[in-house]
């Protein structure tokens, strides 16, 4: 009897758990953000999407392979709150609260590795889907009207991160980081609820990747921003980088998405692989097959030549690019030059363009890398950064 009765309890202690971590339903004002089933990453999630194989195969100009091995942080003390780029391809205008292999590959690609300096936290939310945004390039619109305004989106982000400051964040400096539809939520949230908040003097920098911040000439501050300027040093605190790449062979053209000055403003540029203004050679991790949410086309140049087996689903290419923010007319980006040579034993080529069926689509840049030339930048800073806000008064 005693058997049954504690069997009948655990079955219902099990099905009350399976229930609350069901996504909620979509059509929801606000989501419940306890619920484990709206993260991807978070510390204490059995199904953290953060941890996952980044390991990396470093090609050496030589053709010499060499695998680094991920190393996670041990015990971070600074926290990092990511939003992702569109990569739904839910059939709506809008995604639902289920993820799938799209936002988990893109945790995988542009979030998971800065691990290795921070806890990660990445909220799902009802993102514009790539359904929706490939609308304009000839896909097939899709059904019913769109959300209402102020419905979803950066909306579900404002939950999610107020959840994250009342259960999670405890007092811990944090960098928010973001790409695409993801940087522009983060650039809104940013100027809506850090600056001039308490929370601020937590606020350690902003990664605002593929999406528009913008200065006045010649400043970097006063824009998009009141009070947080472009970062300068690696470890400057309290600052954003931002940027959108194009490569310098293909500047940005008159219908460019990235870029524009507008309304007396410059778009702001900051160059990871060398913020005090140069050029630099990026330290970065691009996927071994594929790009971001499979807009790249269905061929990749091989990486070596004659073409190796690379286990690991990372590469390296040290020394193969070569970034600097220039200004070239009404447009500010960092320009990405790839160090050419034909008779070296690894690749001369490095996709990153959105290829429609009438091939690369310019406006776009190299907007599917944006984050992937830079990574190890990145990282590096963020870590010299915590370093940096470790010893704040």
């Given at each position: 009897?005693?058997?049954?009765?504690?069997?009948?309890?655990?079955?219902?202690?099990?099905?009350?758990?399976?229930?609350?971590?069901?996504?909620?339903?979509?059509?929801?004002?606000?989501?419940?953000?306890?619920?484990?089933?709206?993260?991807?990453?978070?510390?204490d999630l059995k199904d953290n999407k953060c941890k996952v194989d980044l390991d990396a195969t470093s090609i050496a100009a030589s053709g010499k392979l060499t695998v680094e091995k991920f190393a996670p942080a041990k015990d971070p003390k600074i926290d990092c709150f990511f939003v992702y780029p569109t990569v739904s391809m839910?059939?709506?205008?809008?995604?639902?609260?289920?993820?799938?292999?799209?936002?988990?590959?893109?945790?995988k690609l542009q979030f998971a590795r800065f691990g290795s300096v921070c806890r990660t936290f990445a909220p799902m939310y009802r993102q514009g889907t790539l359904t929706g945004l490939r609308v304009a390039s000839g896909g097939t619109p899709p059904p019913g009207p769109r959300p209402a305004p102020g419905f979803g989106g950066y909306n579900d982000v404002v939950d999610a991160w107020n959840y994250y400051l009342a259960h999670d964040n405890h007092g811990r400096g944090v960098v928010l980081i973001g790409h695409s539809q993801?940087?522009?939520?983060?650039?809104?949230?940013?100027?809506?609820?850090?600056?001039?908040?308490?929370?601020?003097?937590?606020?350690?920098?902003?990664?605002?990747?593929?999406?528009?911040?913008?200065?006045?000439?010649?400043?970097?501050?006063?824009?998009?921003?009141?009070?947080?300027?472009?970062?300068?040093?690696?470890?400057?605190?309290?600052?954003?980088?931002?940027y959108s790449t194009f490569r310098d062979a293909n500047p940005p053209p008159a219908n460019s998405r990235f870029g524009h000055a507008r309304d007396g403003m410059r778009a702001a540029c900051t160059n990871p692989a060398d913020?005090?203004?140069?050029?630099?050679?990026?330290?970065?991790?691009?996927?071994?097959?594929?790009?971001?949410?499979?807009s790249g086309g269905a061929t990749q140049p091989p990486w070596t030549t004659p073409a190796a087996d690379i286990k690991t689903p990372f590469v390296k290419v040290p020394g193969l690019i070569t970034t600097e923010c220039v200004s070239?007319?009404?447009?500010?980006?960092?320009?990405?030059?790839?160090?050419?040579?034909?008779?070296?034993?690894?690749?001369?080529?490095?996709g990153g363009?959105?290829?429609?069926?009438?091939?690369?689509?310019?406006?776009?840049?190299?907007?599917?890398?944006?984050v992937d030339h830079s990574m190890g930048d990145l990282v590096r800073i963020v870590g010299k950064q915590a370093a940096a806000y470790a010893k704040k008064p």
């Open positions: 009897m005693i058997r049954n009765v504690l069997a009948g309890a655990a079955l219902a202690l099990t099905i009350a758990t399976s229930a609350a971590a069901q996504a909620p339903d979509p059509t929801v004002a606000h989501a419940d953000y306890a619920n484990p089933a709206l993260w991807l990453c978070r510390p839910d059939p709506g205008w809008q995604s639902d609260f289920v993820p799938d292999h799209m936002e988990f590959d893109d945790i993801g940087a522009g939520v983060i650039a809104r949230l940013i100027a809506a609820e850090v600056e001039g908040k308490p929370v601020q003097k937590q606020f350690i920098s902003a990664l605002i990747l593929g999406a528009p911040v913008m200065v006045p000439p010649g400043k970097d501050i006063g824009g998009s921003f009141k009070t947080i300027p472009l970062c300068h040093a690696e470890d400057q605190i309290g600052c954003a980088i931002n913020l005090k203004g140069g050029k630099g050679q990026p330290d970065g991790y691009y996927l071994t097959k594929g790009f971001l949410n499979g070239n007319g009404e447009f500010t980006y960092l320009a990405m030059h790839v160090n050419n040579d034909i008779k070296g034993a690894r690749t001369h080529e490095l363009e959105i290829i429609r069926p009438t091939g690369p689509d310019w406006s776009w840049g190299l907007h599917l890398i944006d």
